[in-house]
């Protein structure tokens, strides 16, 4: 009997260990390893690592003597003037973050260069953003760099670049006077290999280019904000790559100190800050010269017209394309239009139907449903109809599209080639133009219509360019295709507007010369994807899913065989009568077929559910088989749960942990609990409860739930949709303290004859034996209320009668608390939205508990790594901080290595080298306050008893509840 009994208990310990890996399994399916922006998390200059008391000191003598600090720079992409005369770009955001962190006002100004240095030399200014030449390096306190600059290439628009340039003769570049860009560049380029201009006007540089006296003007790239009102100019990075750094600089010693915070500040993560405000100062500049080079018919376009309606193709990769795997549209064109919607405030909208086919879309452009489109080839045939941007999105090839087992063609194969063509597009235009002829065409809807028809040989090539490829390769993740044949014929991509957008045209015209079209188009003809492999990785856990728990099912199957077993043969010692142990017999195998169902229901759905999930490629699908699957597993879960009561109750060892407790507070947790099966199947629920009920009682208050739950769970599921349930609750009397409630759940449900009322409350017995069939259940759940009940000094009978539904009534005694006997405030009537809100506002509150833990630190003695990943992502946004030991022996050397760093221990029992008994003995020679909890999946009372004796505070049972969880470090980190 003991080796049996120590066996279901191995075979117990098991499940719960394989349980905890599924759950972990499908937990990571959700998890993800986005991280937030860095920013800046010092408030105060004083709290930044490493500032002293003496600079504090000085710094708040200054700020007694000085109402404001002035800090300036150059005219350029850094500091301009707006439109309403104010001053904008990267020195007004920096001024504001020095304002907020040095608690005084920090004032932007603009300084010509020579005004820059003279204005520091004389006081005028207290700081400056500059690059201090080498020279003066001894004159001026500087910052470690808060921005640097690149060096540009600045040009009339279509001149010819200095390396074509060159090959004829010498390039001539202007350099500003007295900067340290020429030194830079002469360093890198061959001596005499340029004719170098000086010259400090910015008008007579701009003239010079013009003219054709100069051939570029090779400067910082804030120099560029000297042509904001030019539509020809255009800026090219200087190759190699220069960059000089910018810094806060002072010419008063007195100011040492603030050049030294900011320094500190740029060390400790401000340098990251800074660079986010450059860029978003870098932005706040090209709309500034986007709104200059505006006439006012365009300003006006733009207030009346927010948002423009556009239409987009579905396929069209990598212009234009519906992402069907992230839900939503992508492409070169929206990259731009979120620059243009930056820079002008307009907001741009796709107004087609997603799967739009292009004579649809051609036509809604052409009728003005929409603005434009993103991307329509020039042809005579549209000329007049449709209107075109100067700048050109990208260039592009034809080309022939084959499979790659297919040979290359030469121009003389063409004419006997079977190719795939596709209707209305600028290619097939152009193959016509080419081959007029050509006797074997066939013409398709849409590209992926073409595509399927050259996958499965209907076609030898497809007519189409290196996007139509990069579609079928980068994003569909296809194999097998290739560039066949290349034409030496190079088109050019625009978007295009309906004839009456002339407006909209130039706005965007002006935009898109500023947006740096070439970076994004770039991205997208470099981009691949790997959607395939993130399914495969997606899958992998529904795999070791499915075999975990089908290992559960054989592991209980074996357990339900070798406990019938054994059951059988202490029956057949017991029972004299044979009819007696014939029932016995009978009642164990139904119990067995009764969990033979319970199991094999959930696994069906777990399985099917699996194989569904695999193949679905929508991710509300997958959501969807996930869901279920987790339905699926709580059942199974909550039949191991029976089990092990069950087990407790045979071997009389079901006890009671009386606690104080909120009444109210526990039947809102089994509403909650239970509300949204009511609400499925539209059932009328209704509470009422003696209003001289005491507020508060000492109690098991999770047993006494669990019963409760039981009853509402059998009333839900045996009364019909629409049916009523009631649950009243009493005091029927009380003295001493000691009072006696009474519980009621009813229904008008199926109701239960007589003969079935006599076995419900006998083990591994139902109603009659197709309820497990019809309606589910193992039929424990009465046993073990019934056990519940008696341990709290009460009975529990039913009334009913067949289709006049149950009247499930029980008594327990309880202990008044006095301290507060307020009258009880529950909700008669549960619906949806009150079950929902109890939720929300059950998570609100563990969110806030959690908050408070921040600092805190929690070690953690686990060996098995899952399990300690497990507890490190419950706890990811408690604010804890946690460090692990994988045994204990090196949680004793931890904590004994420093005494007083951790706020609270969890314990693992069993361990290598040192377990987790013998490691809190250890632990209580040197450390008697320190909360060490154990963590283990040895719930049993004398288990518990045991680690208590040893010198433990308290335990958590595994699987871990997270409520549980946060209770336990609530009760030992947050000090009342």
């Known amino acids: 009997m ?99 962190l040095f608690e005084i006002p920090f004032i932007p100004r603009i300084h010509g260069l020579d005004d820059l240095y003279a204005n520091l030399n004389s006081g005028g200014i207290d700081f400056a953003g500059m690059t201090v030449a080498p020279q003066f390096s001894d004159l001026y306190f500087s910052s470690d760099p808060i921005a640097k600059r690149s060096v540009k290439i600045m040009q009339i628009k279509n001149s010819q670049p200095p390396h074509i340039i060159a090959m004829y003769r010498l390039p001539r570049f202007i350099f500003l006077e007295g900067s340290v860009t020429f030194n830079d560049v002469s360093a890198l380029l061959e001596p005499g290999s340029f004719e170098a201009i000086f010259s400090r006007d910015y008008n007579v540089i701009y003239e010079m280019l013009r003219n054709g006296d100069a051939d570029a003007f090779i400067a910082m790239d804030t120099a560029a904000g000297a042509f904001d009102s030019s539509n020809y100019m255009v800026f090219e990075d200087f190759f190699p790559l220069i960059f000089n750094p910018v810094t806060m600089t002072a010419r008063n010693q007195a100011y040492l100190p603030i050049i030294s915070v900011v320094t500190k500040a740029l060390q400790n993560g401000g340098i990251q800050h800074l660079t986010n405000l450059y860029s978003i100062g870098y932005r706040e500049y090209i709309a500034n010269v986007l709104w200059k080079r505006l006439n006012e018919e365009e300003k006006e376009y733009i207030k009346d017209n927010p948002v423009i309606k556009i239409g987009a193709q579905y396929y069209n990769y990598p212009i234009d394309f519906y992402n069907t795997h992230e839900r939503e549209w992508q492409g070169i064109i929206f990259d731009v239009l979120n620059e243009v ?68 063609l030469l121009i003389n194969d063409f004419l006997s080639a079977k190719v795939g063509l596709v209707k209305d597009f600028s290619h097939t235009v152009m193959f016509h133009n080419w081959f007029p002829n050509h006797p074997y065409i066939i013409e398709y809807d849409d590209f992926n219509s073409a595509t399927i028809a050259l996958e499965r040989g209907e076609v ?15 994003y569909q993740e296809r194999v097998g295709f290739k560039v066949n044949f290349l034409f030496n014929h190079i088109y050019d991509i625009y978007p295009g507007f309906n004839k009456n957008e002339a407006v909209l045209l130039s706005i965007l015209d002006k935009a898109l010369v500023l947006i740096d079209i070439y970076r994004i188009s770039d991205h997208w003809m ?82 099917g ?108 599921k045996f009364t019909p949709d629409g049916g009523k349930i009631n649950i009243m609750v009493s005091m029927i009397k009380e003295r001493g303290g000691n009072c006696e409630l009474r519980i009621e759940v009813a229904d008008n449900g ?59 009534i029980f008594t327990v005694n309880m202990l008044n608390v006095k301290e507060n006997d307020g009258t009880m405030e529950i909700s008669k009537t549960v619906n949806t939205e009150k079950s929902a809100d109890s939720v929300t506002d059950v998570m609100a509150k563990t969110e806030a508990a959690a908050s408070v833990f921040e600092g805190k630190r929690l070690l953690l003695a686990e060996d098995i790594e899952i399990n300690r990943e497990i507890l490190i992502a419950l706890l990811e946004n408690s604010g804890l901080i946690i460090e692990c030991a994988e045994n204990g022996q090196e949680a004793v050397d931890m904590i004994e290595a420093s005494p007083g760093k951790y706020d609270v221990v969890f314990m693992d029992i069993q361990m290598p080298k040192m377990d987790g008994l013998e490691a809190t003995q250890r632990i209580r020679e040197f450390s008697k306050k320190i909360p060490i909890v154990a963590m283990t999946a040895n719930v049993f009372k004398d288990n518990i008893d045991s680690y208590l004796a040893a010198g433990m505070d308290d335990h958590l049972g595994k699987p871990l509840d997270i409520d549980r969880v946060f209770e336990k470090l609530r009760k030992y980190l947050i000090k009342d």
């Not at 030898?460 to 980068?474: E, H, K, P, Y």
Request: aromatic share 8%; with cysteine.
């Open 609 to 716: 559910m699996t194989a569904i999930g695999k193949k679905a490629q929508d991710i509300d699908q997958k959501n969807h088989a996930l869901n279920k699957i987790g339905d699926a597993s709580s059942h199974l879960l909550g039949v191991i749960n029976d089990v092990l009561d069950m087990e407790k109750i045979e071997a009389d060892k079901l006890e009671l942990s009386p606690i104080e407790f909120d009444f109210r507070k526990m039947l809102q947790k089994v509403i909650t609990v239970i509300g949204f099966r009511i609400d499925e199947k539209q059932q009328v629920f209704s509470m009422n409860v003696d209003s001289k009920m005491p507020r508060f009682f000492v109690g098991d208050d999770q047993r006494l739930a669990q019963v409760i739950t039981n009853l509402l769970s059998n009333a839900v």
């Open 460 to 474: 030898d090539v497809m007519m189409g360019s290196m996007i139509q490829l990069l579609s079928i390769t980068n």
């Open 341 to 408: 919607s930056l820079l002008t405030g307009l907001s741009f909208e796709v107004v087609t139907d997603i799967n739009i086919e292009w004579p649809q879309l051609l036509q809604a452009l052409e009728t003005g449903e929409i603005s434009f489109v993103p991307q329509l080839s020039r042809t005579p045939a549209r000329e007049g109809r449709f209107l075109w941007p100067q700048t050109v999105m990208m260039k592009e090839h034809y080309l022939l599209i084959s499979r790659t087992d297919f040979p290359d």
């Open 750 to 808: 199926i109701g239960i004859s007589a003969e079935q009322q006599e076995r419900l409350f006998l083990p591994f017995e139902q109603a009659e034996s197709g309820t497990s069939r019809k309606y589910g259940g193992t039929g424990l759940g009465l046993v073990i209320s019934k056990r519940i009940i008696e341990l709290m000094g009460g009975r529990i009978w039913v009334e009913s009668e067949p289709a006049k539904g149950a009247r499930f």
């Open 526 to 607: 470099r981009k691949t994807f790997d959607y395939r492999a993130k399914l495969i990785l997606a899958q992998r856990p529904w795999l070791f899913g499915a075999i975990g728990l089908s290992l559960i099912i054989i592991v209980l199957v074996s357990a339900f065989f070798a406990r019938s077993r054994y059951a059988s043969k202490e029956l057949g010692k017991l029972v004299v009568l044979r009819t007696e142990a014939l029932a016995a017999s009978n009642s164990k195998s139904a119990f067995l077929a009764t969990m033979s169902h319970e199991m094999r229901t959930p696994m069906n759905a777990i399985i």
């Open 2 to 100: 003991k080796k049996n009994k120590r066996t279901i208990i191995i075979i117990l310990l098991c499940l719960i260990l394989i349980c905890t890996l599924i759950l972990f399994l499908f937990s990571r399916l959700g998890s993800s390893d986005a991280k937030d922006g860095l920013s800046f998390e010092y408030s105060s200059y004083r709290d930044i690592p490493g500032v002293t008391a003496e600079e504090i000191a000085a710094i708040e003598t200054l700020k007694e003597q000085i109402d404001f600090f002035v800090h300036a720079s150059t005219f350029g992409t850094e500091a301009f003037l707006k439109e309403d005369g104010q001053i904008g770009g990267y020195i007004t955001l920096f001024c504001d973050w020095l304002s907020s």
